[in-house]
């Protein structure tokens, strides 16, 4: 359903709590269980199997895109602007960390360095992501909100042993303890049939709070930056039920197609934006060999994003 689209905060939420980044406490990488899943996965397998098997059993490299680096830039600028005192979250602090954050980016990624022919090319794309950061000072008052936690590290193992695990741009908790989760959106608001695929990542999060606090979120916020709006939806305990069962069909779904060998594409207008087109039936080409698997094997764990970007969906 439709959310109605707003250009204020939710009540209740400003302040929220003890202010910086603060990761949950995870087991470490060798000792989690094989059969995980991610949001931007679950909506890699839900979009196209063969997608999923490129990311995730084949592990291809994918080169870095503008557009997606651009959502890197604006979410690091938004989550520095709240390290700074609260009086000085202002559009000019942020447009003066876009460069610093910038330059971090291309020193962790170098590749990133290789994306503009030119520097009035690079100068037009930073224009366009300061467009997203002004935007958002339209959107929410940063002055009035001390975020619980930035870029949060959440994990949840279901009952059937499958570990839900993902990013989380934001958490706002309200003095009564109201949890409020937030998404930043570089793309522009989906048309309302494609409205639920959006709000599948939120619920998913809002699973996984519920899993491992035991606490329904009282709202689930997404920000998007390409044209100012917000869409907001409250869920509840039903909801996240029928979510989680959700969840667990498709990984049921991506168990059969890994005992089938049968990873098929599925043409949609995504295809546009996919680098893996020389190797997609679709369109003539052919995948490599599936990699050897014994018998019983679980599938391996989806991990980060070949991009070596976090778990997100920039443009959803």
């Known amino acids: 359903m439709r959310q109605e689209a707003v250009i204020a905060p939710a009540a209740g939420f400003e302040p929220a709590g003890p202010a910086g980044a603060s990761p949950a406490d995870a087991p470490p990488a060798d000792a989690r269980p094989a059969r995980s899943l991610s949001p931007s996965r679950a909506a890699d397998f839900l979009t196209c199997p063969l997608l999923y098997r490129f990311r995730v059993i084949d592990r291809l490299p994918e080169p870095p895109s503008a557009a997606a680096a651009r959502g890197t830039l604006v979410h690091a600028v938004l989550e520095r602007l709240f390290d700074v005192p609260a009086p000085a979250r202002s559009p000019q602090t942020a447009a003066g960390l876009l460069e610093p954050e910038w330059d971090k980016l291309v020193a962790a990624e170098p590749e990133l360095a290789g994306l503009f022919a030119d520097d009035a090319e690079r100068e037009v794309w930073l224009a366009q992501a300061l467009a997203m950061l002004d935007r958002y000072f339209g959107l929410e ?100 039920a029928a979510t989680e069962r959700k969840i667990e069909a498709l990984w049921r779904a991506i168990e059969r197609a890994r005992a089938a060998g049968d990873w098929r594409p599925r043409p949609g207008r995504f295809c546009d934006w996919c680098c893996h087109q020389a190797l997609c039936p679709a369109f003539g080409g052919s995948p490599p060999p599936l990699p050897a698997v014994r018998p019983g094997a679980a599938l391996p764990p989806d991990g980060q994003d070949p991009t070596g970007a976090r778990d997100r969906e920039y443009e959803l």
């Not at 909100?145 to 959440?154: D, G, K, S, T």
């Not at 937030?182 to 699973?207: C, H, I, N, S, W």
């Open 141 to 240: 008052d940063p002055t009035r909100l001390e975020p619980a936690h930035r870029e949060l590290q959440v994990e949840a193992a279901l009952p059937s042993g499958l570990l839900l695990r993902g990013y989380i741009d934001r958490l706002d908790v309200s003095p009564a303890g109201d949890i409020r989760i937030v998404d930043y959106k570089t793309g522009t608001a989906p048309r309302a049939d494609f409205e639920a695929r959006a709000l599948f990542q939120m619920r998913f999060y809002a699973v996984v709070l519920w899993r491992s606090r035991g606490t329904i979120p009282r709202l689930l916020q997404l920000i998007y930056l390409g044209n100012g709006e917000i869409v907001r939806y409250a869920p509840d305990e039903a909801d996240l």
